[in-house]
């Protein structure tokens, strides 16, 4: 059975180095736990050297977004080719933060393009503003999965990674998290669109990531969820000891 997938998203945090060589030492602690899943700290660039040399033993190195690069010298920018050189594998891209600052489904389905052509698995992020009585968060997501994944051949769905993260769920606490029906309901929908945009085959190829206030409290329900291949965790994955309790609910039995 393929490995269960755990990305730790650290956003902007932790606010220090201090504090994050601190974590990384805790979360090593757990390395064992760590390498039976597919596990990644998408930590800020800034911590890249002490991921790459503390951590890369038991987590893929990741990062939280790329630059859409022309050709040419862009100051404040980084290439593929610097990020590889620190062991970077994966990357989440389209995060509804960084949507809110302005990026468009365009310019994320750009980035997967640039990511793959580097080698970098994209875990690429979708999810409504608010889930609303009438459905419409159907059509935004149809939408945004539609415009994210645009140019993308059948064969690169196996090599990416979604991650539904309706925005509403995210940053706040279990109880106020997904319900386990409407979670199900999305992924089943989700599936549906991808079947029909690039072919059954591929679409059950896809992986699909659940995250928003996944917590200790909730990660053992969410795990049996069909269809969850795994969580992108962002405030919990501060905390060594919540995400191993995460680790542990996503480990095969
Ligand atoms: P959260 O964040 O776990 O704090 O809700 C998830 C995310 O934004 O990726």
């Not at 960084?98 to 999810?127: D, H, N, Y």
């Not at 919990?236 to 039995?253: G, V």
Request: glycine share 8%; charged share 25%.
């Amino acid at each position: 059975m393929a490995k269960k997938i755990l990305i730790a998203n650290w956003k902007n945090y932790p606010g220090s180095l201090a504090e994050a060589q601190t974590l990384v030492k805790e979360l090593a602690k757990s390395n064992s736990l760590y390498k039976k899943l597919l596990f990644s700290i998408a930590a800020p660039l800034v911590y890249l050297p002490l991921i790459t040399e503390k951590a890369r033993k038991f987590s893929v190195v990741g990062v939280q977004n790329l630059s859409l690069l022309e050709k040419g010298t862009r100051t404040g920018s980084l290439t593929p080719e610097i990020l590889k050189s620190f062991g970077v594998k994966l990357v989440i891209l389209g995060h509804s933060e960084r949507r809110a600052m302005g990026e468009s489904s365009p310019e994320v389905s750009e980035k997967v393009k640039i990511a793959l052509k580097a080698g970098f698995t994209p875990v690429v992020c979708f999810g409504e503003l608010v889930r609303d009585t009438e459905g419409e968060y159907f059509e935004f997501l149809r939408e945004e999965l539609k415009h994210s994944l645009a140019g993308l051949a059948k064969a690169d769905l196996k090599k990416i990674i979604l991650a539904y993260e309706p925005i509403w769920a995210i940053g706040k606490s279990a109880k106020e998290s997904i319900k386990i029906e409407d979670l199900e309901e999305t992924l089943i929908f989700t599936k549906k669109i991808l079947t029909l945009i690039f072919g059954r085959n591929s679409a059950d190829e896809v992986k699909i990531l659940y995250g928003g206030s996944v917590e200790p409290a909730n990660a053992p329900e969410l795990s049996q969820v069909k269809g969850v291949s795994g969580f992108l965790v962002g405030h919990s994955s501060l905390k060594a000891k919540n995400l191993e309790a995460i680790a542990k609910s996503l480990i095969n039995k």
